[in-house]
């Protein structure tokens, strides 16, 4: 029932979500029609055409995905169609009269505004809709895949439906209300009419474009992940403790099956792996993300562990599951594993269903899978690699590998992937978007309005602040003028912030200073003696490594030319 509850809120929250931005001119083409034989047609074909897909995807494979491409293709041609009719009067009858045939045989209507017309239209409507998934309906997708097709699997999709069908249903009912006074009031049918007509063209032409995941998605004008993953987690189960400590001689316990491998939203390095086809391999299923730094200073050692042992039968499966929107593009994660020189299969976890399916919580994770398939023990953040690298030794000599070599990898890396220092009272990760800003000393934060802040002299301990006009949306604070700066007082060897530019790809010249001067011989690896340095892409950047040790300073990074996005400062 609580998941039912979750799949149901989850729906009600999708209105606001960036990917159903592009649908909803659809919908409020029909808002000034009758709600009972237009509107509600309209919304049980979206959520039922929507049920379908989810189910198609959750146990079709990737048959199933390559169907509803397809359907959004051809989706977006008769949505377009919908669109042209809006503006051009006599498009709209020829279109119409297929509709008033149909709509004479099946229901004694005569208009070309039957039931049967828009429930045409939100099946096709619900074909651009389905890409929209947030953790809420990875978890509901996680279930069907596990468990198969079922009366509950069924269940749990139409509740999230239904959820959605709710809030689009009162946008719906507000909207007609809304436009029909407009119309009495102000005669503009005509041109309301071609207003829609271009909204729905332009809604075609974002979905095409890939507007609807990517752009938008980017940009988390409205993204509801955050208060979805919220609800998940207040409903879920605790997360499972540590692993106990292998002992010699002491067979290792097993912690349960590993899940399926369905729905990742595509993969790097390898074709898609699939749980049958791992079997008889040792496996270690690592869970990380691009602009984490504890996964940063993990993945060294998962990469030599993956040199080390591919020969003797271990698969190391990398699962990219983002924190942030940015990491959720497919080009900037195709980016970084070149740049760190992933060499092993990474699979694209948009939707949290592998993350999900583990019941995880926690980057970096690693997960280890003898070769029958069971997880035999499970680690959570950085250290602890000599034991890993135990297991894995364990596990492959199990499963009857010989010749296994000795010792244990190094895996030092370098830069922000270096080992982190051992000052345990260096300053925590501190987020910069209101949902989880803590110790922000610039007065207020204004959520979503663009506001001056001012630094104050004086920053205590841990503390940060932001000097200029900034608007701090739920994830990130975004620079609204040239010239402007954040400041931490910071305690640590290195400083590192996750930054982002505002317009793509556009290079920003950024400068950095320590105490009010050049960092020089304490400049990071993104940084030059002077402080300068370039944002090129959205990830990690480390800004400060203090040559002499960890210690406390003031920090600052300024913007000259605007144009930057930053999310949260790391420490090590």
Request: aromatic share 10%; charged share 15%.
């Amino acid at each position: 029932m609580l998941v039912l509850i979750l799949a149901y809120l989850g729906g009600v929250l999708t209105i606001v979500s960036p990917c159903i931005l592009p649908v909803l001119p659809f919908v409020f083409a029909r808002a000034d029609r009758p709600f009972m034989r237009e509107g509600l047609p309209l919304l049980g074909g979206m959520g039922l055409t929507f049920a379908l897909v989810a189910t198609l995807a959750a146990v079709g494979g990737h048959w199933a995905i390559r169907f509803n491409q397809t359907g959004r293709w051809l989706a977006m041609a008769v949505l377009a169609l919908m669109g042209m009719a809006l503006l051009w009067p006599r498009l709209s009858d020829a279109l119409a009269r297929p509709f008033v045939a149909l709509g004479r045989r099946w229901s004694r209507q005569a208009d070309a505004g039957s039931p049967w017309s828009a429930a045409g239209l939100g099946v096709a409507t619900g074909l651009l809709w389905a890409p929209c998934a947030g953790p809420i309906l990875g978890l509901v997708l996680t279930t069907a895949a596990l468990q198969g097709a079922s009366v509950t699997t069924t269940i749990l999709l139409l509740g999230f439906s239904a959820g959605a069908a709710t809030s689009l249903a009162l946008a719906l009912v507000l909207g007609g209300r809304f436009l029909a006074s407009m119309k009495r009031a102000l005669g503009i049918g005509a041109w309301l009419r071609r207003a829609l007509g271009v909204l729905v063209l332009a809604g075609v032409a974002a979905i095409a474009l890939g507007v609807d995941t990517g752009l938008l998605t980017r940009l988390s004008l409205a993204s509801t992940a955050r208060i979805e993953q919220r609800l998940v987690d207040a409903f879920a189960d605790d997360p499972a403790p540590p692993s106990p400590v292998p002992q010699a001689g002491v067979p290792l316990p097993v912690e349960g099956w590993m899940p399926p491998l369905d729905g990742a939203t595509g993969w790097f390095n390898s074709p898609p792996l699939t749980r049958a086809g791992l079997r008889g391999r040792v496996v270690l299923v690592d869970f990380w993300t691009y602009s984490c730094i504890n996964c940063l200073r993990a993945m060294p050692y998962v990469s030599a562990w993956a040199a080390k042992y591919r020969d003797h039968g271990l698969v190391v499966l990398g699962v990219h599951t983002p924190e942030f929107a940015f990491e959720k593009i497919p080009g900037n994660v195709a980016r970084a594993i070149e740049s760190i020189g992933i060499e092993h299969p990474v699979a694209l976890d948009n939707d949290y269903a592998i993350w999900r399916a583990f019941d995880n919580r926690y980057w970096p994770a690693h997960y280890f899978v003898d070769a029958q398939g069971r997880i035999r023990y499970h680690h959570y953040g950085e250290g602890g690699y000599e034991r890993s690298e135990d297991v894995i030794r364990r596990l492959l000599a199990d499963a009857g590998a010989t010749g296994l070599p000795g010792g244990y990898v190094s895996g030092d890396g370098h830069d922000a992937a270096a080992p982190a220092s051992t000052d345990y009272t260096r300053t925590p990760e501190t987020y910069l978007g209101h949902a989880r800003a803590e110790r922000f000393a610039s007065g207020e934060l204004a959520p979503g309005v663009a506001t001056d802040y001012r630094a104050p002299e004086q920053l205590p301990l841990h503390h940060w602040a932001l000097q200029g006009r900034w608007t701090v949306t739920a994830e990130h604070a975004r620079l609204e003028r040239p010239g402007g700066s954040v400041v931490m007082h910071f305690r640590g060897r290195d400083l590192h912030l996750v930054i982002a530019p505002t317009a793509g790809d556009r290079p920003v010249r950024f400068r950095i200073t320590l105490d009010g001067a050049a960092p020089g011989g304490d400049a990071g690896s993104d940084v030059d003696a002077q402080g300068y340095g370039t944002l090129d892409t959205d990830r990690l950047y480390q800004l400060v490594r203090l040559r002499d040790g960890s210690g406390e300073r003031r920090f600052e990074i300024t913007f000259p030319d605007g144009g930057a996005r930053v999310y949260a400062f790391t420490s090590g």
